[in-house]
């Protein structure tokens, strides 16, 4: 019976690994350990930046919102605020796209936070001075 030493199958999995490292610098495209290591390490921080692109287009969306809430003169948390209260429940993105896109109506859906403030401000005072008699 002659010997059988999985050469093809090697080759065919190394060049797999070594597809996969395909423009990556020196070495590490070129030999396979090398190219190994690397294509591991680049799925991880991949995998890793998958998820941290989430926090980072959330920031981005409340940047976007507190700017164009400045000229309304109004902050970014109070704004939240009314909205919680009202019961809006757009999400961040989504609100900062009107902002872009549909200012008219962006101003709207502010001027329905304000009020909201307003009258939790105005049934506040009211319980407060009803503690005080």
Do not use: C
Not at 68 to 84: C, D, Q, R, T, V
Not at 87 to 113: K, Y
Request: hydrophobic share 40%; no cysteine; charged share 30%.
């Amino acid at each position: 019976m002659p010997r059988v030493k999985n050469g093809p199958a090697t080759k065919q999995r190394r060049k797999k690994w070594l597809h996969d490292a395909k423009g990556y610098w020196g070495g590490r495209s070129r030999l396979f350990r090398t190219a190994h290591q690397a294509v591991i390490h680049a799925g991880v921080s991949a995998y890793k930046e998958r998820r941290r692109k989430k926090r980072t287009f959330r920031s981005l969306a409340i940047i976007r919102l507190g700017a164009a809430l400045k000229p309304l003169e109004m902050s970014y948390s109070k704004f939240i605020h009314g909205l919680n209260i009202t019961g809006i429940t757009m999400d961040r993105f989504v609100l900062s796209e009107m902002a872009i896109h549909q200012p008219e109506d962006f101003a709207q859906v502010v001027a329905l936070a304000r009020e909201a403030l307003a009258k939790e401000a105005a049934s506040r005072a009211k319980v407060k001075a009803e503690a005080e008699a």
